[in-house]
């Protein structure tokens, strides 16, 4: 269909098509209702017959001719649709009801066309405007608008069975894959094995109190997948491009950050920590690892980014780091804070990849004599804690040391897995503090015991940890 340049773009036939083909087999509706609204429809007319339609549909009223008539004239509308006799010529004109389907996705294909021309004069009007704003954000609005255009998704009830012969195939790749993993590997093997992997279209929310080391984990996950070839999106709020760069050079190379972060030739095995840079900066130039380091971005911006990003690259793992630093109105945090990691997930969802998002934690963790942190700890704890599907909390016993009380848990980083889906909550991990080369590592070997001079000497805080080995680790960031 040729389309006239003095007109938006539009079929008056598949319109015409769509309800004749309704009126002639209404069971033909739910084929079409969820795809299609009555603003996708040019013509006002028509607009109003779907909307008579959709009307009659939902009380479960036949929608034949002489009701769509009876409608209009109990509304007192009757005049606008020709008196009737447009809505008779539509059920008699209409020769089969066979392809109101195709008719349907015609129609909304031309009202998408409409919208985009709407949005380009939106965009320039925008463009020419001198109202304050940055270029960025309306950068980030118009991008917003266009990801909006994207067509509905469709879904539904289906047969189970339909689904069963795909599922059954995945699950026979995974039993002969000689691994339990599914989804994307981790630095550390317990994690692995408590997750059995980053598992598609699920976010995972890691949160703990400052120097706790949720940033060291988020940048331990997104180098270590993009060394492995994985296109990870990292959007890291806190941190600047070199900060990344100096700590996943230390990560990857095992070199002391502060050697990275503030060079010397004097500084001991500086000439081993230079030759051990070359190639990780070789590996990291070349991963696939695209990092959005602007401060303050909003909800908004965040899903206008990451979709330019994915449609430019298809995205396999999105980082996020971490949530409190997003520009959200103080008034209205706590539904500001759960909307995006809402919005991260619905990303992650559709995208079907994981989404690992990290939060901080109340205040409230130190004043206790029980410093491991709870669910309820949580900044706005109750958006954050219902919206994630997995909750790990991070907690460092001998951040909390003093010269008087000391305890024998050195260099011990605990994960507890506070929430999951499709995991065993509650399981705890121990990961050794490796913070000054920005890592954390598995812990090797028995953990840390409490001596029994310890036990006489001073309190200890409380533990449930078992004897082991004592092994140190320095404080981190």
């Known amino acids: 269909m040729r389309f006239d340049p003095n007109l938006p773009p539009h079929s008056v036939e598949a319109e015409q098509a769509v309800l004749g083909g309704l009126m002639l087999a209404p069971e033909a509706w739910p084929l079409v209702s969820d795809t299609l609204a009555a603003e996708d429809f040019y013509r006002h007319d028509h607009q109003m017959i779907f909307q008579s339609i959709r009307v009659l549909a939902e009380k479960q009223r036949p929608f034949d001719a002489v009701t769509i008539g009876e409608w209009f004239e109990s509304q007192g509308k009757l005049a606008l649709v020709g008196d009737g006799a447009y809505i008779i010529e539509l059920s008699s004109t209409t020769p089969s009801a066979a392809n109101v389907t195709a008719y349907a996705e015609i129609v909304v294909q031309y009202a998408g066309r409409r919208r985009l021309a709407d949005l380009g004069r939106k965009a320039i009007d925008s463009a020419f405007q001198q109202d304050g704003r940055e270029f960025p954000e309306i950068l980030a609005e118009v991008t917003q608008d266009l990801a909006g255009l994207q067509p509905a998704q469709r879904g539904g009830l289906r047969l189970a069975g339909e689904t069963m012969g795909s599922w059954w195939s995945r699950w026979q790749d995974r039993y002969h894959s ?229 305890t024998h848990l050195q260099g011990v980083v605990e994960m507890h897995f506070a929430k999951g889906r499709n995991i065993r909550s509650g399981e705890r991990i121990n990961l050794r503090n490796s913070f000054d080369q920005m890592r954390m590592d598995d812990w090797e070997g028995p953990l840390p015991f409490k001596s029994e001079a310890a036990n006489e000497e001073q309190p200890q805080r409380r533990s449930s940890y078992g004897p082991g080995r004592r092994s140190y680790g320095g404080r981190g960031q």
């Open 178 to 406: 000689g691994t339990r993993m599914s989804g994307l590997e981790t630095p550390w093997k317990d994690f692995n094995r408590v997750t059995h992997g980053l598992q598609p279209a699920t976010a995972y929310l890691l949160a703990g109190r400052p120097s706790m080391g949720k940033s060291i984990a988020g940048l331990n996950l997104a180098i270590f997948n993009a060394l492995r070839g994985i296109t990870v999106g990292l959007f890291s709020l806190e941190m600047s491009f070199d900060d990344c760069h100096n700590r996943n050079v230390a990560s990857v190379g095992r070199i002391p950050h502060d050697w990275v972060a503030n060079p010397s030739i004097d500084y001991r095995d500086a000439e081993i920590y230079f030759d051990r840079m070359t190639p990780v900066i070789r590996d990291i130039k070349s991963a696939p690892l695209y990092i959005d380091d602007t401060a303050s971005i909003n909800v908004r911006q965040f899903e206008a980014r990451a979709r330019r990003m994915h449609r430019r690259t298809p995205l396999q793992l999105l980082v996020i780091d971490h949530v409190h630093d997003f520009d959200v109105d103080p008034r209205m945090a706590r539904f500001e804070y759960g909307r995006i990691l809402q919005k991260a997930k619905d990303l992650g969802k559709e995208w079907g990849i994981p989404v690992v998002v990290l939060a901080q934690l109340n205040r409230s963790v130190a004043g206790r004599n029980e410093k491991r942190p709870t669910l309820s700890d949580l900044r706005e704890s109750g958006e954050l804690e219902q919206k994630a599907d997995v909750v790990v909390l991070l907690h460092r016993e001998d951040y909390y040391d003093t010269p008087e009380q000391q």
